[in-house]
């Protein structure tokens, strides 16, 4: 009787363990609580924080500060990088990845590699001005990116 009741505490333990590794590993969380989530919310995961950064970056217009506006520029670049990286397009650059892509999966690529020529702009050379309408056409053509992506809600 108290060898079984042994191997059942064992057991309990061993059960516990693997569970325990299952729902804090990164990879299971990624494949099956990500998963769950997207399938009862009916929206791509991770639309939640991207929204929020999103409107992070619609606040650093309301500064009127250009230091500002390009942060909110490279920071919007940022989020379609690293979109597209999650949804499979390969590359190790944005524009590869734009490069992988037609007008059918994203309506205004030709618009967006634009605007990613203003954010390398923004990056590589120190004395790019950019006033408040341009990056907010920049932004806009983000969005509509984001929009045609569904990764915005």
Same mark, same amino acid.
């Given at each position: 009787? =108290?060898? @079984? $009741?042994?191997?059942?505490?064992? &057991? +309990?333990?061993?059960?516990?363990?693997?569970?325990? *590794?299952?729902?804090?590993?990164?990879?299971?969380?990624?494949?099956?609580?990500?998963?769950?989530?997207?399938?009862?919310?009916?929206?791509?995961?991770?639309?939640?924080?991207?929204?929020?950064? =999103?409107? @992070? $970056?619609?606040?650093?217009?309301? &500064? +009127?500060?250009?230091?500002?506006?390009?942060?909110? *520029?490279?920071?919007?670049?940022?989020?379609?990088?690293?979109?597209?990286?999650?949804?499979?397009?390969?590359?190790?650059?944005?524009?590869?990845?734009?490069?992988?892509?037609?007008?059918?999966?994203?309506?205004? $690529?030709?618009?967006?590699?634009?605007?990613?020529?203003?954010?390398?702009?923004?990056?590589?050379?120190?004395?790019?001005?950019?006033?408040?309408?341009?990056?907010?056409?920049?932004?806009?053509?983000?969005?509509?990116?984001?929009?045609?992506?569904?990764?915005?809600?």
């Amino acid at each position: 009787f =108290w060898v @079984k $009741i042994g191997f059942f505490a064992l &057991t +309990g333990i061993f059960l516990g363990a693997i569970i325990y *590794v299952l729902l804090t590993s990164h990879y299971m969380q990624w494949l099956f609580v990500d998963n769950i989530w997207e399938f009862f919310t009916f929206r791509p995961f991770g639309t939640r924080k991207i929204t929020r950064t =999103w409107n @992070k $970056i619609l606040r650093r217009l309301e &500064t +009127g500060l250009e230091s500002e506006y390009k942060l909110a *520029v490279i920071e919007a670049d940022d989020i379609l990088e690293v979109s597209l990286k999650r949804m499979g397009y390969a590359g190790a650059t944005l524009e590869d990845r734009l490069e992988k892509m037609t007008s059918t999966v994203l309506s205004n $690529i030709e618009e967006v590699r634009r605007a990613h020529q203003i954010r390398n702009n923004i990056i590589h050379t120190p004395d790019y001005r950019l006033n408040f309408d341009e990056a907010r056409n920049t932004l806009d053509i983000y969005k509509q990116a984001f929009n045609s992506l569904q990764i915005l809600t």
